[in-house]
């Protein structure tokens, strides 16, 4: 392989690795957060009664809020946390595969 195609090939290798290391990074950032709204979500549930017409609780749903009771949100937080603990797994598998063909390319450089 010549040098400079073996360089540009370790550039981009170098480059994906970066970025999925960002994007397990926002992952797990995101997984905390939606921990910590679990958290303050049954906090709420043991302190209101369901009949009150506190048991909704204020969503953002991107551009907006919206009114929804206690129980849905948090099937939504956790439906959420399952997407993320998947995509951070499958984040952290294609990183320790590129990780280690990076290290095969570079191994094969020194022989």
Same mark, same amino acid.
């Given at each position: 392989m =010549? *040098?400079?195609e073996y360089q540009a090939r370790? =550039? *981009?290798l170098t480059e994906d690795i970066l970025t999925d290391r960002q994007l397990s990074s926002e992952y797990n950032r995101k997984f905390h957060e939606n921990t910590l709204a679990q958290s303050k979500l049954r906090d709420q549930m043991k302190k209101?009664?369901?009949?009150?017409?506190r048991y909704t609780i204020a969503v953002n749903m991107g551009d907006f809020f919206m009114q929804i009771p206690l129980p849905k949100a948090q099937s939504m937080v956790n439906g959420a946390q399952k997407e993320l603990e998947s995509a951070i797994q499958?984040?952290?598998q294609r990183l320790e595969?590129?990780?280690d063909?990076?290290?095969q390319l570079k191994k094969g450089d020194k022989a």
């Amino acid at each position: 392989m =010549e *040098a400079v195609e073996y360089q540009a090939r370790i =550039e *981009a290798l170098t480059e994906d690795i970066l970025t999925d290391r960002q994007l397990s990074s926002e992952y797990n950032r995101k997984f905390h957060e939606n921990t910590l709204a679990q958290s303050k979500l049954r906090d709420q549930m043991k302190k209101i009664h369901p009949t009150s017409q506190r048991y909704t609780i204020a969503v953002n749903m991107g551009d907006f809020f919206m009114q929804i009771p206690l129980p849905k949100a948090q099937s939504m937080v956790n439906g959420a946390q399952k997407e993320l603990e998947s995509a951070i797994q499958e984040v952290q598998q294609r990183l320790e595969k590129k990780v280690d063909f990076l290290e095969q390319l570079k191994k094969g450089d020194k022989a």
